[in-house]
Each structure stands twice: as structure tokens, then as C-alpha cells.
């Protein structure tokens, strides 16, 4: 799914109004109106009051709509104007006419604080102030009443995106925005939705579709997407009938150290896992009696050292390298990636102390294949880029890094972002049981293996947060948050990839015979 910014928005308002010739209003009439559907389908006229925010641009005018249409459904319903401006849009001023002719109760106007209406918790608020259009701080008299919303626990349903939420910019005061139940939202999610600073503002959301022109939908390339069952399964590879091992590639994990090789023993399962024909693993020689009892389908290679990787040394020709997993920062191990980065021709994912490494000698960054994976977790990608002052920054110093050395860079969190050049895919899947230790081991081992099939690594590195975040989802059905470890993750990886062919459940039908005796 696409995942539209404020300017493409506003674009894609203007080019439907002039393909569809129909004015601005007739299209803040259709926004205004999917708002009521939602509700009253949800609602079937129960009497709770509902107390719809309204401001004085567009987004006030979509609430008026809504406000409107209510009445004359004959819902409980005050509405109310936020006088913070002398300038009112067009289409706010046409629809502040048009409800003032279906109701004797007026839109009551609010400038200050004593104006703040009785809200009761099981009342309903409608946030329709601001839109995406956001671009000053607002005042100090609507930012309490923000917090009066708040105080109020009445569940807050916004219009677009919370009110006080800039689209494109971090929250500087959390008092001035919106907290939302829920939010309905024109087009597209917007990126905001999805980050650790900002996520919280809205706690459920959907895209309520207002009949924007197809083609906008189909040519506009946007910066950001969001991934999903439907982004993923055309890039799929099924398997033929008479397909064998070696069509589905070599993978070679290095990593472990003493006291560490659980770590690499995840990666290198997880690869095989996720469909890998052959995995070796490269580890000090202390792990080379666990990793063959514990994972007797690998092929085990050990390094000279008995507690550490000092010397990477193979004579097998592997499709892709995993590097990084437990395998600490010894000075002899620096050396010896660094060796080995020098003479590699494989594709690369690296992750955990790989990227520490780097972090620590930089000057090996130029040393990586173009397309190279990094799985860093936050500490680690700070590490790698430095500290920022917010997610936009962060985003902004990711791409930066992603676009110099020619990486693909996951940013690891509740809604993975995998980064390459100033492309954004945010994954869908994942849960808090995924805050365990190992998890992101298992994670460079499913991208690992899915390299090793010949998947490019940038839809690797998407199918690969996907899977793995799906499989928690479905493992967390029979262990909970807490009790999910790193090892459920691949036993349920299976049943990920058969979910990616699964059809949503339809409800039931009725016979035709029931509902004629009924």
C-alpha cells in the first residue's frame, strides 16, 4: 500500500475534482459522508451523545458533513466551531450554511478555555480541527482543550490524522495533540502512524476510501510503503516438482563465540527454515560439538581459535554470507572480518556485533557489496549513524547512510522500516513477543535464506521482516507475549509461508429455504 505525503494528497484532490468535474465541496460532501457510513454502521442510532470538534479549513468542513448528516439521522449530536482564526475556508463556510439549515442547534462557536463543554466517558468525540495542512504550533487555548479531551477518557475518534499531529514533523509538545481511540483516514495511512514517537497518538486506524481518481493511485510513486499479505505474495517464488537442494542455494552464517553460540545456531536454523537448500556455519571451535548435536542438518566449519573467530578461512562457494551473530569484538575477529571483507564476493547480511564492528572501524564500510543488509537494533544503528533528535531525523540520517555506501538498512522496532536509498517499506507484522533475546538472530537468518533462493536482497530483506514478524503472530495464538522465545519464530515459519496463500474466512451464508421460514 502506498502511503501518500501531505503534497501528493492535496494533488490527488485537485486531479479528481478536475477528472471527475465535480468541485472541492461535492468532495468534502463525499469525505463527510464515508465518516457517517463508518460510524453509523457501527452506531445503528444509539443515542450517546456525540460532541463533533470542528476547525475552519477543510478538515473542520469534513466534520460539519458528518455533523449534518447525524442530525438528520437523528443521533444525539453537538457541534461545535474552534474560533481560532479570522480565515475560514470556502468549503468550511458553504457547509457551516447547510447545517445551520437542518437544525435549530447551531454550531457553538469556542475561543477560550471557559467555554469547554461537560463531556461525560461514555460520550463520543469527533476531532475534526486540523488536517494534514498543519504547519504552526497551535494555540494555547486549543491545546487544553486537547487535554480536556484527554481528561475526559470519552473515546476520541479523529478525522485524517489527530489534530495537532503534523504530518511531517515531529511532536515537539504531546499536551497539543490529539490522543485518538481511533482514526479514519483519507487515502492512505500517513507515515506518522507508524512511529515510536508519534504511534501513540492513535491507538487504531483505517483508510476510508472517497473515490480519489484510480489513475492517481496507480501512477503516483510515493517515498514510503506499507507492507503487507498483498505487497508480498507476487514476489513469491513457488517451488517445481522435480526442483532439488542445490537450486535453492548455499548459506554460510559466521558468527559465535564462547558463551554465544546459541546465537549463531538460531541464524543458521532460521536460514534452513526459511528454504535455504544447504547451510554452513563458521564458529570458534568450542561451538562445534553443540551446533552438530543441536542442529544436526548443518554443516559445520570451526576456526582454528577454540573461543573466538581470528582466522575465516573456506573452501566452499556460498550464495550469500550472514555475518555478525554472536560473534564479539576481539581484535583478532576485527581482523579477520576485515580480511575477509577484501576477498568476498558473496551478497551480505550482517547484523549484531558485524555492525558493531563496523561501527568501530568505519573505514570497512567501503569495503561491503552494494545491496548489503544491516539489521541493526536502535543502540546499534546509533552506533553506526550517530545519536538524532527524532524518528524524521532518524529516517533522514538512515536514507543518508543507506544512499552513501549503497546498504539496505532495517530499522528494527515495532513497525520494522526496511530503508534503501529514500525508499521507506514498513512491515505490518509483529508483536511485543518479539522483544526476546534472539529474535533478531532468527531474522538474519530467514533474509539469509531467502538470498540464497535467488530473492534480490531489498525484496529479501522486506519478505524476510514480513515472514518473521508473521511468525510470531501466529506462534503468540498459542504462547502469549511473554512466553514467546526465538526458537518459536522458526518451528511456525512454516505455517507463515502457508498463510501468505490463505483467503480471508467469508461469513456464513444463509439458506435461502432458512431465511423464507424465518
Not at 134 to 155: C, G, Y
Not at 251 to 262: A, D, H, N, R
Request: charged share 20%.
Amino acid at each position: 500500500m502506498k502511503v501518500f505525503s501531505k503534497e501528493q494528497i492535496y494533488a490527488g484532490d485537485k486531479l479528481t475534482a478536475e477528472r471527475q468535474n465535480i468541485s472541492s465541496t461535492d468532495l468534502m460532501e463525499r469525505a463527510g459522508t464515508q465518516i457517517f457510513n463508518w460510524m453509523h454502521m457501527r452506531m445503528q442510532g444509539a443515542q450517546v451523545p456525540i460532541h463533533v470538534f470542528c476547525g475552519i479549513g477543510n478538515n473542520g468542513g469534513d466534520g460539519l458533513v458528518l455533523a449534518r448528516h447525524l442530525i438528520t439521522h437523528g443521533y444525539n449530536v453537538n457541534t461545535y466551531v474552534i474560533n481560532c482564526s479570522d480565515k475560514r475556508s470556502k468549503d468550511f463556510l458553504i457547509n457551516y450554511d447547510r447545517i445551520k439549515n437542518v437544525t435549530k442547534k447551531w454550531p457553538i462557536l469556542l475561543s477560550c478555555a471557559e467555554d469547554f463543554p461537560e463531556i461525560n466517558p461514555e460520550d463520543i468525540i469527533v476531532d475534526a480541527v486540523f488536517g494534514i495542512g498543519l504547519n504552526r504550533p497551535v494555540d494555547e487555548w486549543v491545546k487544553k482543550l486537547f487535554m480536556h479531551f484527554r481528561s475526559t477518557k470519552a473515546f476520541t475518534l479523529a478525522i485524517d490524522i489527530p489534530s495537532g499531529l503534523f504530518a511531517d514533523q515531529p511532536v515537539v509538545d504531546e499536551d497539543a495533540v490529539v490522543w485518538a481511540g481511533f482514526t479514519l483516514s483519507f487515502a492512505s495511512p500517513k507515515l506518522v502512524f507508524f512511529l515510536p514517537e508519534t504511534a501513540k497518538y492513535t491507538v487504531q486506524w483505517e483508510i476510508l476510501d472517497i473515490g480519489l481518481d484510480p489513475e492517481f493511485f496507480h501512477t503516483t510513486q510515493t517515498d514510503v510503503e506499507l507492507i503487507g499479505k498483498h505487497e508480498i505474495l507476487p514476489n513469491y517464488i513457488p517451488r517445481e516438482k522435480f526442483s532439488h537442494k542445490g537450486q535453492f542455494g548455499h548459506s554460510l552464517i559466521i558468527g559465535g563465540s564462547f558463551g554465544k553460540i546459541g546465537a549463531v545456531t538460531l541464524a543458521s536454523r532460521a536460514a534452513l527454515s526459511a528454504g535455504a537448500g544447504l547451510v554452513s556455519v563458521y564458529i570458534p571451535k568450542c561451538g562445534y560439538i553443540p551446533l552438530q548435536a543441536s542442529f544436526p542438518e548443518a554443516i559445520v566449519i570451526s576456526d582454528a581459535d577454540e573461543e573466538k573467530i581470528t582466522n575465516i578461512k573456506f573452501e566452499i562457494e556460498p550464495n550469500v554470507v550472514g555475518f555478525g551473530v554472536g560473534v564479539g569484538t576481539d581484535v583478532k575477529t576485527i581482523s579477520a572480518f576485515e580480511t575477509f571483507l577484501k576477498t568476498n564476493k558473496s551478497p551480505l547480511v550482517i547484523d549484531a556485533d558485524g555492525i558493531n564492528i563496523l561501527s568501530k572501524k568505519k573505514g570497512l564500510l567501503k569495503l561491503l557489496p552494494e545491496a548489503t543488509i544491516l539489521t541493526p537494533h536502535p543502540k546499534e544503528l546509533e552506533r553506526l549513524i550517530g545519536a538524532w533528535k527524532n524518528d524524521f531525523d532518524k529516517l533522514k540520517k538512515v536514507k543518508a547512510f543507506s544512499k552513501k555506501y549503497k546498504l539496505i538498512i532495517i530499522i528494527k522496532g515495532a513497525n520494522s522500516i526496511t530503508v534503501s536509498d529514500d525508499k521507506l517499506y514498513i512491515n505490518t507484522t509483529g508483536n511485543p513477543g518479539l522483544s526476546t533475546a534472539g529474535s533478531g538472530d532468527v531474522l538474519t537468518g530467514i533474509i539469509t535464506g531467502l538470498i540464497s533462493q535467488q530473492y534480490h536482497p531489498l525484496t529479501a530483506a522486506i519478505f524476510g521482516v514480513y515472514l518473521h514478524g508473521k511468525s510470531a503472530d501466529i506462534a503468540v495464538e498459542d504462547f502469549g507475549y511473554q512466553s514467546l522465545i526465538a526458537c518459536h519464530v522458526i518451528d511456525y515459519l512454516g505455517e507463515a509461508y502457508l498463510d501468505l496463500f490463505k483467503q480471508p474466512e467469508q461469513p456464513p451464508q444463509q439458506n435461502p429455504e432458512e431465511k423464507n421460514e424465518q
